[in-house]
């Protein structure tokens, strides 16, 4: 984050018709800039004279030149390169110095005043940044967003809107004819995603460092909740993204359509922003997200072998993001039509349009310097969990469909007639999903799939506990019918992932019990709705487990008893009683085979 | 399968309109509405970088046990 002058590392050639013409008269003299971070380091600005303090945001002046290609660039008049990003990384600074001082309720006064400054515009400072998105050095670019999405978290509430009407105009503005400025959008996307990406409590569990303002520091104590509460700023950028977001999603759309390889970078920005904003973690609300679900069935549509394999993952990404099937779908009662439709149309691309057989796993970055190696694994992970969870919310819209309706009037032959078709749908996509695994993994071909998922996933708890999940509730769901079919019922077996799960983790309770008490993985859910089955197909599932039915229920005793342990000396963070009730029940019909079998 | 789905009856949209009335619960971080209190419980958990283990000598906390038990091994 600092940088130095003799630290700074030349950049080739990117440059080089601008510098031979800017004059440099402050090359020599960083002493402002240098003075300006060592305090900042120190968490205080108290002795830096106010003349030295203003003196790099008094001198800024934006001059604009032509590149040669038709394309305007920026520069700060009179200042290097390396001045520049000194100054950029110095503005970074103070906005998260003044950040992390709010979150502690204890401010350096003079850090406070010029931050206050800077909101008030006296120096036009948002204006400067967003020019620096036409610099010719893209670190600059890279700089400047960076210390205009901590401005912005200093600003909170007292952003101007016209300042984000600039930031989002900017990432529209075209330099050549009939495009966009690939680097000027990247900027204001990024830009965005960082504010939106914000938490307001993020110290590392583990950092030791103690950044309080020095003894002699003039300190403000600040106890205004308000301080704290990044939502607003987040809510007025993706307001004012909103506007313009059709016209940017249609410009990737051209863009990926006609260069699917070219202009990476600002595809992957523009990605991992619409994921950012449909994030459950974004903590936005649905009401103000909503107009970013409108164009995702286009982009489906561009997954094909044509788009790289880094396009490939963040879009796969994306759409794991909507399809949030852990953290929300599989806990309301009523779905929400994006997700469902997003779902429809993976199911269809499966089905019909065999998307399993265009994944880049042979191209992707499966081993560095991209060699034949084994392939992208965690691509291959990312599109079978999307697919798994495209087909559990297929299967739990039919039921909460279903259940609705026979509440009605009674339709239940109807309702078995749906689930009847959604069955063969459902069974010709995991078909396809099956071969598509094993062609590309040296499994078994008997294994079934409910056990190959905990395998595939074994490296990656949250996506393996959420496949889980997903296979469970398509179990339960279709199922739970007479007739339904024997082949899919043991590919799904909950019994059969849960004895892989439990050899994963080396039958350790201890490990589920960090999982339940952390909120890093859906384990909660998967467990309870896990006894439940079990509670309810005791048989069955007593009959898959075979010899391995003591090995699992003894760890569950295990964790009834460690859990009851915390409970005792009120260490559990909520209510896990409905868990303990449904492990009690377990264990009861455990001891009746036992009391039974002697 | 989709022809199935698609056909929406005013019927069911009526239903749809009163059981979405009849959810009680919302998410007080991004509004989304759940029946039962305890998914609600579960979903918010998810919006929650949860702080939940206190170190007993420092009172510093942390997101997780393992991170704990690794932070009092460096007391010993």
Request: glycine share 2%.
């Given at each position: 984050m600092v940088l130095t002058k003799s630290r700074a590392a030349p950049v080739a050639g990117m440059d080089g018709p601008v510098k031979k013409k800017v004059k440099r008269s402050d090359e020599e003299n960083n002493s402002d800039l240098e003075s300006l971070q060592k305090n900042l380091l120190g968490q205080c600005l108290c002795s830096m004279p106010d003349s030295v303090l203003r003196k790099p945001f008094r001198s800024l002046k934006i001059l604009h030149q032509d590149d040669g290609h038709g394309c305007c660039t920026a520069y700060i008049a009179n200042w290097s390169r390396d001045r520049t990003l000194l100054f950029l990384s110095s503005v970074q600074l103070l906005c998260e110095v003044a950040l992390k001082q709010n979150a502690r309720g204890l401010v350096c006064s003079r850090i406070s005043d010029v931050c206050d400054a800077l909101i008030r515009n006296e120096h036009g400072l948002v204006d400067y940044l967003i020019e620096l998105s036409a610099h010719s050095d893209r670190f600059v670019s890279f700089a400047s967003g960076r210390a205009l999405s901590a401005f912005f978290l200093v600003s909170r509430a007292h952003v101007d809107p016209r300042w984000l009407d600039r930031l989002t105009d900017n990432a529209l503005s075209s330099s050549y004819p009939e495009t966009t400025h690939p680097q000027k959008m990247a900027f204001s996307l990024d830009v965005i995603k960082r504010v939106t990406e914000w938490k307001d409590c993020e110290e590392h569990p583990l950092e030791d460092k103690d950044c309080q303002p020095p003894p002699s520091c003039h300190v403000l104590s600040v106890s205004d909740p308000d301080s704290l509460d990044s939502s607003q700023i987040k809510c007025l950028c993706i307001k004012a993204l909103e506007a313009k977001w059709p016209a940017v999603v249609n410009s990737f759309d051209r863009i990926l359509r006609i260069y699917p390889t070219q202009h990476e970078s600002t595809v992957v920005t523009f990605l991992g922003l619409w994921e950012a904003i449909i994030s459950v973690k974004a903590n936005l609300s649905i009401v103000d997200t909503k107009p970013f679900y409108a164009h995702l069935a286009n982009f489906v549509a561009l997954l094909n072998a044509s788009v790289s394999p880094i396009v490939w993952r963040h879009m796969l990404d994306l759409f794991n993001e909507v399809l949030c099937y852990g953290s929300t779908l599989a806990l309301q009662d009523i779905l929400a039509e994006e997700p469902c439709s997003l779902a429809h149309l993976i199911v269809r691309s499966v089905k019909d349009w065999r998307l399993l057989e265009t994944i880049p796993y042979r191209g992707g970055s499966g081993r560095f310097g991209g060699g034949t190696g084994d392939g992208d694994r965690p691509l291959l992970q990312k599109a079978v969990l999307l697919v798994l969870k495209a087909v559990a919310v297929t299967v739990k819209e039919t039921r909460c469909e279903s259940s609705s309706d026979s509440s009605v009037a009674s339709e239940s032959e109807d309702v078995d007639a749906d689930m009847a078709v959604i069955e063969r749908s459902i069974r010709e996509v995991l078909r396809q999903l099956d071969n598509c695994v094993k062609a590309l993994l040296p499994f078994h071909p008997e294994t079934p799939l409910a056990q190959w998922v905990v395998q595939l996933f074994s490296d990656q708890d949250d996506a393996l506990i959420e496949g889980m999940?997903?296979?469970?509730?398509?179990?339960?769901?279709?199922?739970?019918?007479?007739?339904?079919?024997?082949?899919?019922?043991?590919?799904?077996?909950?019994?059969?992932?849960?004895?892989?799960?439990?050899?994963?983790?080396?039958?350790?309770?201890?490990?589920?019990?960090?999982?339940?008490?952390?909120?890093?993985?859906?384990?909660?859910?998967?467990?309870?709705?896990?006894?439940?089955?079990?509670?309810?197909?005791?048989?069955?599932?007593?009959?898959?487990?075979?010899?391995?039915?003591?090995?699992?229920?003894?760890?569950?005793?295990?964790?009834?008893?460690?859990?009851?342990?915390?409970?005792?000396?009120?260490?559990?963070?909520?209510?896990?009683n409905p868990v303990l009730r449904l492990l009690e029940k377990c264990e009861q019909l455990y001891e009746n085979i036992n009391v039974q079998q002697f | 399968m989709f022809a199935i789905m698609q056909v929406e009856t005013e019927e069911r949209r009526e239903f749809r309109k009163r059981m979405r009335a009849k959810c009680e619960f919302v998410c007080k971080y991004c509004q989304r509405r759940f029946t039962k209190p305890y998914n609600l419980m579960i979903h918010e958990r998810s919006h929650k970088d949860d702080v939940t283990f206190t170190c007993e000598v420092c009172g510093k906390t942390f997101k997780r046990q393992d991170n704990l038990k690794q932070h009092r091994c460096g007391w010993r």
């Open positions: 999940v997903c296979c469970l509730d398509v179990s339960v769901g279709l199922f739970h019918r007479e007739n339904a079919s024997q082949d899919l019922r043991r590919a799904l077996s909950p019994a059969i992932s849960l004895a892989q799960f439990l050899r994963t983790v080396s039958h350790g309770s201890d490990v589920l019990l960090d999982y339940l008490v952390s909120n890093e993985t859906c384990f909660l859910l998967y467990l309870l709705r896990l006894l439940k089955y079990i509670r309810r197909n005791w048989i069955e599932f007593a009959t898959t487990c075979g010899n391995e039915l003591s090995d699992i229920m003894s760890v569950f005793s295990r964790l009834h008893l460690a859990i009851e342990r915390l409970i005792a000396r009120s260490l559990f963070p909520y209510n896990i | -």
